[in-house]
């Protein structure tokens, strides 16, 4: 039997879809490449000691915190559990320490990744095909893509001099609605974002949770890099501020615990109604979707994330101390060797943002940097980055421009790799002047 694409969800005809395969595939034929494409974290920072340590750490506060026999306990484990997670009073409790966040575990769903909250919020906020979301651009293209998969538009709003640019976001909202749409909400990374790595400044903040409140808008703020703040002070996040129950805050442990492990979640503290009168949580109507898509996050998983935290009393940031350390010195590698290379006032045919934390720099380059030119910036320079067409789906404004991550490369290969990127931009260049 044959299935035309046509008759398939629209989502699979987004280019973006694709365009991760696209990177994995290269990446793959290419394995001697020097890649500044990849943006995960370092796997030498994890081990399967530290995995079994994080298990056992659970295990005995479980049995330690209950009435219930060890092997009842244990079960749990091992088998399905409730749809919002069996970790969420540790969550809370994280949040507490790391990020001055203070909720409850009601209010909490974990899910599969940070991943999964998207799509679960999306899910949850798109009713019909008035609903679109707004997303700040450059915009992380795991958010567009499962807007995508939910079948809601995403209209970008401009990231400004500050981060978010207040005054496009009310006219996209003043145009949406007059074109008869419901913007749901805005997504944005205040912190080392992905791709630009750059932070939104604290009066931004402020500024833009009363632009949410006046509009009536919720954020949905996505913060998987904030402890990695390298040489900045780490900023307060939106949801830490929130008064006016404004954010829906997700967070992942794929940077800070391990990718592997699928492990994310998402607070969703905001009341909802029926007729006047209040039904619950947002995170409950969450997780009755997520009950009907991956019932619930594996508890094994949860179990290791929750082993992290119980080890390090509740601190990320503290428990990846020399984690950060690493990152920082990349960062400062990277950012450094493109002085070097590339000349030092910003005001160059070749520039690049200037992040004090998190993975990414955004480089922009006097020519067009697209799936093409990394095909062969891999294969005729043993270099790769990642294209930012991705993160600007739909518009050439990332035509010229593209994405180095620092965080998954051994720091005597960022030289070498940067010398390969030079040579790919010295004859770029020669080919566009000639
Ligand atoms: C901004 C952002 N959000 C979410 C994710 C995905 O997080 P998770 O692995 O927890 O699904 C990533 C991964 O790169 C990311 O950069």
Redesign the pocket.
């Known amino acids: 039997m044959e299935l035309a694409m046509a008759e398939l969800t629209r989502a699979l005809q987004d280019p973006l879809l694709d365009a991760m395969n696209f990177l994995n595939e290269v990446a793959e034929r290419f394995p001697d490449a020097i890649s500044f494409a990849a ?1 995960r974290p370092n796997e030498r920072f994890v081990t399967a000691d530290d995995t079994a340590n994080d298990l056992r750490a659970f295990r005995t506060y479980l049995t330690a915190h209950s009435t219930r026999p060890e092997h009842e306990v244990i079960r749990a484990l091992f088998s399905y559990g409730p749809a919002k997670g069996i970790i969420n009073d540790l969550v809370c409790r994280y949040l507490h320490v790391d990020e001055g966040i203070e909720t409850v575990p009601e209010a909490v769903v974990v899910t599969v ?3 999964e909250a998207m799509v679960l919020v999306l899910r949850a906020l798109c009713r019909d095909a008035a609903d679109v979301a707004l997303a700040v651009a450059p915009t ?1 293209a ?1 958010f567009t893509g499962a807007a995508s998969v939910v079948g809601m538009p995403v209209l970008p709003v401009s990231s400004g001099d500050d981060g978010v640019d207040l005054d496009d976001l009310e006219a996209v909202l003043a145009t949406a609605r007059a074109a008869g749409l419901r913007p749901r909400c805005l997504y944005v ?1 205040p912190d080392f974002a ?1 791709p630009t790595g750059m932070c939104l400044p604290i009066a931004e903040r402020r500024r833009l949770l009363e632009a949410a409140e006046r509009n009536r808008l919720l954020i949905v703020e ?1 913060n ?1 890099y904030g402890i990695y703040a390298g040489h900045g002070e780490r900023l307060p996040t939106l949801k830490s501020l929130d008064e006016g129950g404004q954010v829906v805050y997700i967070g ?1 442990f ?1 940077k800070s615990v391990m ?1 592997g492990a699928r492990v ?1 979640y998402v607070v969703a503290d905001q009341a909802v109604t029926s007729g006047g009168r209040r039904t619950g949580l947002l995170a409950d109507e969450l997780g009755k979707i997520k009950s009907m898509i991956t019932l619930n996050t594996s508890p094994v998983s949860q179990a290791v994330v929750a082993g992290r935290l119980l080890a390090h009393d509740f601190s990320l940031v503290r428990a990846n101390e020399r984690v950060t350390a690493t990152y920082r010195d990349n960062l400062d590698r990277l950012l450094r060797g493109l002085r070097v290379r590339f000349g030092g006032d910003g005001a160059q045919a070749v520039h690049w943002t200037r992040p004090v934390g998190g993975f990414f720099v955004m480089l922009h380059v006097p020519f067009r940097a697209d799936e093409a030119l990394l095909e062969h910036s891999a294969s005729r320079h043993q270099v790769l980055w990642t294209p930012m067409s991705q993160f600007y789906p739909g518009s050439d404004a990332g035509a010229r421009s593209l994405r180095l991550s620092c965080s998954a490369l051994r720091p005597q290969d960022i030289e070498p790799g940067l010398d390969r990127l030079a040579a790919l931009v010295a004859e770029q260049s020669s080919v566009v002047a000639s």
């Open positions: 943006g990744g940070a991943q992380y795991g990374i992905n996505d998987p992942s794929a990718p994310g």
